[in-house]
């Protein structure tokens, strides 16, 4: 199954990485932020894609919890990491996007 | 049997099917969208140094604000994890099919670039070549640094035995001009400012260099004439049997300084 990651800021600011893509997320110094890193898509090397998203402090494990058995186990392609646009996170403890949703 | 990686069908042409563009799903690394009307995806490319860049046109709200495009993202994400299917169309302006009603028509296809961009501090161990032009550095507080012997390869020689001539920029490039001046004093003269620019591919503040001989028995100057688009810095005279370093420095569109060392 290829599946992708989804990220929403707005209307006009989302997108959806494949999960092939994810190397890593980062639980922040304050414990209250993750940032997706993800292979950069026209291989200048060097290079990454980066997404943060505010956690509830200390509440970070629980969501990369959740994102891993739903990236491993999960029936559906289309995995809605945060969604601002219809107020719907992967996990309750995942509070907003923080980035812009840059693919290039 | 399905490999579950359908192939994907773009053709951005209204008229025919010339510019069609078939991807394999698998290829799709990345779904976006960055305003009211826009969707893009990104298919990697088979040069590996970049994507082949698909642009759609999507539907806005009736009132022109954007509309949610979770819709499109989630349809194209589900269509091609159906096994059941080996070719979707993503937008065709020929059939006008398109995978979703909010995808109005294809904007374009954009093919990937060859340049490789390298971000951050890069050691290479063993040797370097490049078949193409380099750059190295972007500013002037970029230091570039060179920790060997330094050599300029294929460089050549133009050979004047004239009393003047005009120094094209052709010329210049090959690196040493040698000038048996003969008769009376003589003069050189620069090609224009506009054919040094284009003829040495300089960017503003490009520095070109060129090593200028007089082997012959006569004084010349080098700020010869009134050519467009060039400055002459400074204009010592080059002796009999004595040589200078020419420099040319693109200062706009079609200029250039002179400075003669």
Redesign the interface.
Known sequence: MNKFLYFANSATDAGAIPVSLLREIQISASSDLLRFKFKDVGDGIGQEISISCSTTEDKADKVVSSIANEIEFGTNPFIVIADEINNEFIHPDLLSVDTSISLT | MSN??PTIFVNPSSSSTDNGRYFR??T?????????NDL?I?F?SAK????S?AAFVRRANDDS??????SI??T???D??NNKRHEIVLGDDFSEKYIHPDVLSVTSVTAPSST?????T?SVSGDFSAASDVTLGDANSDTVRINGYQINGKITETDKDVQSFTLTAAEFKTGIVVHTSVTGAGVVTFDTGANFVSGLGMSQDDVATCLYINDGNQNVTLNGGTPAGVTYVNNPTIAAGSAATLVVRRTGTNAVSVYIV
Do not use: Q
């Open positions: 579950s990686d799903s698998s799709i690394c990345g779904i976006e969208v960055t305003t009211t893009k990104y990697k590996e140094s970049d994507t860049d604000t954007a509309k949610d495009p979770r993202i989630e194209i994400v589900r091609l994890n490789t961009t390298i971000i951050g890069t």
